[in-house]
């Protein structure tokens, strides 16, 4: 009974103008408070909505440097306050840091296609941590285009002090892309403070029985050497062997002043062994350890960094850019980023191994530049599998990997997975679009009725060429093909047609306009664009593809069942006429 009176008062309640008034007011700011999002809600709202009060002023001050880098799609972060369950790893397909779980993934073979798939109790981080710190905020960034993660921690001292004097610590996790057994650990940390800056330094190693640690000397200077071994099938082990720069186990900042330090450690891991020969190979991996990190500590660090960043940014050279997006079922920006930059991780590098020779370059190179029959079948960008919004775990990631080399194998890309990373990329960017090597041309054989989406494909490699095509959309929402060539070396000619090459094939520059081709659609369905260096074959294509029809995309799309009308091809080019309608 008091239900039923206070529901029959309600429709009296709501006429009140008061308490319409602050309903409406109330509606008001919950949706200003939405529209601030985090950041802007940490300012507007001050000091009690941060974490950590003053440091978490300060940290939104250095996440702030990392916006326009997320806006772009060249990476995502991570702080305590907005969470992602998306794992932060450094990895160049020998070894795959994992920063959140402080873990050591190694792989098993240096073949293309093998992955750092066997999780060990080594401890790769170290730790680096404010004594009597008051409060602490941190973030977490993953830098796709320069293959590491970034870490910022902002501590304020137990005496309270304004966000100014929050001592900083930033941190850089890489696992270099082209020396496959170094793993680096940059610290910057930054004391504005008026008094000096005490901090602990902790090496987190594992002390289980199957990983040990001891403090040996390397010429003048103090290693840890850590070493262990992990069980595989078929009762055998892998060992691995880990040396690293020793660090102080304090470090003083001075007032008002900084310090940089980077820890060097090199990770040597034999292939599946029996428990018989781990002596010889124990101290064999030791050995070329040492002999390595010897090698690193009197090389320059900032030119090893710069190394390791160039060959990241030459494998997004290729990629896919998302630039509009209509549907449900399309992945976003940061999924397809993501996924590239997972799978990149997993994968080795073989043409960035000094040790390659020249024919082995050649033929690498080769299969990149012509890739015959990949990618066969339809394209890849709305598989779900392939492409997943959330990936949770290392294992994931690994899990993925192999799904993607299964894929590309099966789908006539071995010569890309041999390839190892770049090969990868070039099979992926070829898979999401449909794009499939012939032995003539290039096709693009897109499905005609999913184009309501905009995307490039950047970096697709044809002979010694950088081709990009993108699927634009015009002012009506009618879809295009734009594509343009970026010459490497010797300039090849390249040449271009679209749907049923009815016209006279178009020779492509390196103009930064480009060139846009419509979107006719032919029954039965052809791809939607040859492209070829022999100006013969796309002549003579016109007359092998035997179509019933030719339509401008929008009319396939308004009568895809062909019922309305009926259309023959037009043979003769140089009437300038694309279809014939009866």
């Known amino acids: 009974m008091w239900l039923q009176q206070r529901l029959k008062s309600l429709p009296g309640l709501l006429s009140s103008s008061w308490l319409r008034r602050l309903l409406i007011g109330l509606l008001l700011f919950l949706m200003f408070y939405w529209y601030l999002g985090t950041e802007r809600r940490w300012k507007f709202f001050g000091d009690s909505g941060m974490p950590g009060g003053a440091a978490g002023q300060c940290l939104l001050s250095e996440i702030h440097r990392w916006n326009s880098l997320v806006d772009r799609g060249e990476g995502l972060y991570s702080t305590s306050e907005e969470q992602l369950d998306t794992p932060f790893v450094s990895g160049n397909g020998h070894i795959l840091i994992d920063i959140d779980s402080n873990k050591l993934w190694v792989a098993s073979s240096s073949q293309p296609g093998s992955a750092p798939v066997h999780q060990t109790e080594y401890s790769p981080r170290f730790g680096v941590h404010l004594e009597g710190k008051r409060a602490e905020a941190q973030a977490t960034m993953l830098w796709f285009r320069k293959g590491s993660v970034l870490s910022v921690r902002c501590a304020s001292p137990a005496a309270p002090q304004s966000p100014r004097d929050c001592i900083t610590i930033r941190e850089e996790f890489i696992a270099h892309r082209s020396r496959p057994n170094v793993y680096v650990q940059r610290i910057h940390i930054s004391n504005p403070s008026d008094r000096a800056a005490i901090l602990d330094v902790s090496s987190e190693i594992s002390y289980g029985n199957k990983f040990s640690t001891s403090v040996e000397n390397l010429e003048s200077r103090e290693i840890i050497l850590s070493s262990g071994r992990v069980s595989v099938e078929n009762n055998r082990i892998i060992l691995v062997v880990v040396i690293s720069k020793k660090m102080n186990n304090r470090i003083q900042v001075s007032a008002k002043s900084e310090y940089t330090d980077n820890i060097l450690s090199v990770v040597w891991t034999s292939g599946p062994i029996e428990s018989s020969k781990s002596e010889e190979t124990f101290s064999a991996l030791k050995d070329g350890a040492k002999k390595e990190l010897g090698e690193l500590l009197t090389a320059s660090v900032d030119e090893l960094i710069v190394d390791h960043q160039q060959a990241w940014m030459d494998l997004f050279i290729s990629g896919v850019e998302m630039r509009k997006i209509t549907d449900s079922n399309t992945p976003s920006s940061r999924t397809v980023n993501t ?95 449909g794009l499939q090597f012939t032995e003539n041309h290039l096709q693009f054989q897109a499905d005609p009725d999913v184009l309501h989406n905009s995307y490039a494909l950047r970096g697709i490699h044809y002979n010694q060429d950088l081709i990009n095509l993108a699927v634009l959309l015009d002012m009506e929402g009618k879809p295009f093909l734009h594509l343009s060539v970026k010459p490497q070396e010797k300039p090849v000619k390249l040449y271009a047609c679209e749907a049923g090459c009815l016209n006279d094939p178009v020779e492509l520059t390196s103009e930064m306009k480009g060139h846009i081709f419509p979107v006719m659609v032919t029954q039965p369905i052809t791809p939607l664009l040859y492209i070829s260096t022999d100006l013969r074959h796309l002549q003579d294509l016109r007359h092998t593809l035997h179509l019933k029809a030719i339509l401008a995309h929008e009319e396939h799309m308004a009568n895809s069942s062909y019922t309305t009308s009926t259309v023959v091809p037009v043979l003769n080019p140089s009437s300038g006429a694309r279809y014939k309608e009866l």
């Open 339 to 433: 996924t590239l930059y997972y799978i990149l991780s997993s994968s080795i590098a073989p043409l960035l191994d000094q040790r390659l020779s020249g024919e082995e370059r050649s033929s690498l190179e080769s299969s990149l530049n012509y890739a015959d029959h990949c990618f066969s079948g339809h394209a890849t960008m709305h598989a779900e599998n392939l492409w997943p919004e959330r990936v949770s775990s290392t294992a994931q990631i690994l899990q993925l990997f192999t799904l993607w080399t299964l894929t590309l194998q099966k789908r006539g890309c071995k010569v890309l997975v041999a390839a190892g990373a770049h090969g990868a990329m070039q099979g992926m960017v070829l898979s999401f679009g």
